[in-house]
């Protein structure tokens, strides 16, 4: 006896699954039945097939899908969501045309942000993210990454680490914890970023102890840190046993992605200005390569992350929002794959691939999200589209209609 069928599915989409991110090629294949039943038992998927034979079996509830498109729940593998105030200001600097280092510079952007979460108590955080991590799960997530970064000292990062750890015991979606410390270099230790990063390196073993975080991440970028302390700083953490994550190649070319890849990295987040050997070197590995083309679409870019080279040339790609109060101000992970298609020349198959089994990959949670395969954790959307090409081409609306974890709905969306 199942606890749930799902019936008259018409298009059940089933990303492959596998020891290791899709790749290349294999990014452009999507598993899709037509006319689909899928059973749930103790919150995992216990049967998948055609519609007719779902018939056959018996479960305590069904559920009439009524032809709609079901997909594994959506997983965010970058985002900022534990942040206090707003920068709503800075939008008017960047329609000047302002540089973000030079806003930067000027004490605004991160800095901005980490005054107000400094000044901020750990339940004004508390309830200021989990109206984002909602608004995120309406839009069909049932997996994110959070990072720290807007604290740049002790007592303000591990409140926000601690505040992520607050918010996965209050929800049932799974939530991963990044460290970020070295987001940025405080305006006191303008000048001496090396000195910045020891303090941020001791409290990797703190973090650990209090498991607050599973990875590190650095930013590697001009007027930030450079390679050899990135180098430093990721090597610290997986020496604690930290998965590595890192910001490369944003704005820059210095070669961060390159890092990540010998270092083994997780993942490689950004990548906007990755060089040819980078995006070659990525290729050769499984370090997923997690762009975020909203960021370059909210701060007016032109280019964008060449994602068509990277999976021509056999990288794993996933995507995600870099939802953050600065330079990507949306929860939309829909949006982003529309952005997906239209900017980085994306295919439908390569999108939902991005945002399900490789983004999965990226924060180490492929065995508990991102497909739907026999003994998997019941996550799962249920979307008012007619087929899964429709979700990226009808852009800007949300189009989830209702969102399950472990095989009990927790968001239906008005319709």
Excluded at 34 to 46: H, P, Q, S, T
Excluded at 89 to 109: R, T
Excluded at 186 to 213: H, N, R, T, V
Excluded at 234 to 253: P, R, T, V, Y
């Amino acid at each position: 006896m199942h606890d749930l069928l799902l019936f008259n599915i018409g298009q059940l989409l089933l990303p492959a699954s596998s020891s290791r991110p899709l790749k290349g090629e294999e990014m452009k294949h999507l598993h899709v039945i037509e006319n689909a039943a899928l059973a749930v038992k103790e919150g995992r998927v216990a049967w998948i097939g055609r519609s007719e034979e779902g018939e056959k079996l018996e479960a305590l509830s069904y559920l009439d899908v009524q032809g709609k498109v079901i997909s594994p729940g959506l997983v965010d593998p970058h985002t900022h969501f534990v942040f206090a105030g707003s920068r709503e200001h800075e939008l008017a600097l960047k329609q000047a045309g302002v540089p973000y280092l030079d806003i930067l510079a000027s004490g605004g952007g991160i800095l901005s942000t980490v005054q107000s979460t400094k000044n901020s108590t750990e339940e004004e955080l508390l309830a200021k993210s989990s109206f984002h991590l909602e608004r995120m799960i309406s839009y069909g997530v049932t997996t994110v990454e959070g990072k720290s970064g807007y604290g740049l000292d002790r007592e303000t990062e591990l409140k926000q680490l601690r505040v992520m750890k607050k918010l996965q015991e209050k929800y049932p979606i799974q939530i991963v914890s990044t460290f970020l410390g070295p987001h940025a270099v405080p305006s006191e230790y303008k000048g001496e970023s090396d000195l910045f990063l020891d303090e941020m390196i001791s409290l990797l073993k703190e973090i650990k102890e209090q498991s607050l975080a599973e990875y590190v991440d650095i930013f590697c970028e001009t007027g930030v840190f450079a390679v050899e302390q990135s180098k430093r700083f990721l090597e610290e953490g997986k020496k604690l046993g930290f998965g590595m994550k890192i910001h490369a190649d944003e704005i820059a070319s210095l070669g961060g992605t390159e890092l990540a890849v010998t270092l083994g990295a997780t993942s490689a987040d950004h990548l906007v200005a990755a060089s040819e050997d980078g995006i070659k070197q990525l290729g050769n590995s499984n370090t997923v390569a997690v762009l975020l083309p909203g960021t370059t679409f909210y701060l007016g870019k032109e280019h964008y992350a060449k994602a068509r080279k990277m999976i021509d040339g056999g990288a794993a790609v996933a995507l995600a929002t870099d939802f953050n109060p600065g330079s990507c101000v949306t929860e939309n992970l829909q949006m982003i794959m529309s952005l997906a298609a239209l900017k980085l020349k994306m295919s439908a198959e390569e999108i939902w691939n991005a945002v399900t089994i490789n983004a999965a990959f990226a924060i180490g949670k492929e065995d508990v999200a991102g497909t739907l395969t026999i003994g998997a954790q019941a996550d799962f959307v249920i979307w008012d589209i007619p087929n899964y090409h429709y979700l990226p081409y009808h852009f800007g609306v949300n189009h989830a209609n209702s969102v399950f974890v472990a095989g009990e709905m927790i968001r239906r969306n008005e319709s």
